[in-house]
C-alpha cells in the first residue's frame, strides 16, 4: 500500500507538523493488522522555474521537513519509505518541465515518480532465473513460474508467468 500524503502540510505552520504526525502514526496504526506492506511516499519539491511564484521556496523548505517527518515515522513504525523530495533532483532535467504550475506534475512528472518508485522498489523483486534438464523437467525456478515444458524437435518449449512486474 503506498501512502502518499501530506503534501498540504506545506501550507501550514509548525503545529501542523505535529498534527500530521500524530494523524499518520494513528493512520498506520489502524491499518498493521491489515498485513499489508506499506510504503510512505514523500512528496516530491515544487518546481521552482524563474517565473515561478516565490512561495513555492518556502513550500519546498517546509517539504523537506516533512520528508525528514516522514521518514522518522517510518523508521518508528517499520515501514518502507521512499523520500521522493531527495531522489528528485537527480531524476530532473532542467529541459524538461515536471509540472503543470510548480505543484501538479503532468505527464513527464509522472513518468518520473513512476521510475524513481520503481527503482526503489525493484530491490525487491527476485532475479528471473531458470534451469530445465534435459526431459524438460524443471530443475530450478526463481521469479517465473514454468508450464508446457517438452522436448521438440528443435530443442525444448516452455512458458513462463513471472511472478511480479518488472520495474
Known amino acids: 500500500l503506498f501512502v502518499g500524503y501530506g503534501s498540504n502540510v506545506a501550507f ?6 505535529e498534527r500530521f504526525r500524530k494523524g499518520l502514526n494513528r493512520l498506520l496504526t489502524d491499518l498493521k493488522p491489515t ?9 516530491p519539491p515544487r518546481e521552482i522555474r524563474a517565473a515561478s511564484p516565490g512561495h513555492l521556496k518556502q513550500q519546498n523548505d517546509r517539504l523537506k521537513q516533512l520528508s525528514s517527518l516522514l521518514g ?3 523508521d518508528e513504525q517499520e515501514t518502507g519509505f521512499i523520500d521522493l523530495f531527495s531522489l528528485w533532483d537527480a531524476n530532473r532535467n532542467a529541459q524538461v518541465s515536471f509540472t503543470d504550475n510548480g505543484i501538479h506534475l503532468n505527464a513527464a512528472g ?8 520503481g527503482e526503489r522498489i525493484a530491490g525487491d523483486i527476485p ?19 514454468v508450464s508446457d515444458a517438452q522436448n521438440t524437435e528443435y530443442g525444448m518449449r516452455w512458458k513462463t508467468l513471472d ?3 518488472p520495474s
Open 163 to 165: 511472478d511480479s512486474l
Open 12 to 17: 501550514g505552520d509548525d503545529s501542523a507538523l
Open 110 to 117: 509522472y513518468q518520473t515518480l513512476a521510475s524513481i518508485i
Open 127 to 145: 532475479a528471473w532465473h531458470l534451469q530445465l534438464d534435459a526431459q524438460a523437467r524443471v530443475k530450478q525456478q526463481t521469479g517465473t513460474t
Open 35 to 43: 498485513g499489508v506492506r506499506i510504503i510512505l511516499l514523500s512528496p
Open 72 to 74: 522518522s515515522v517510518a
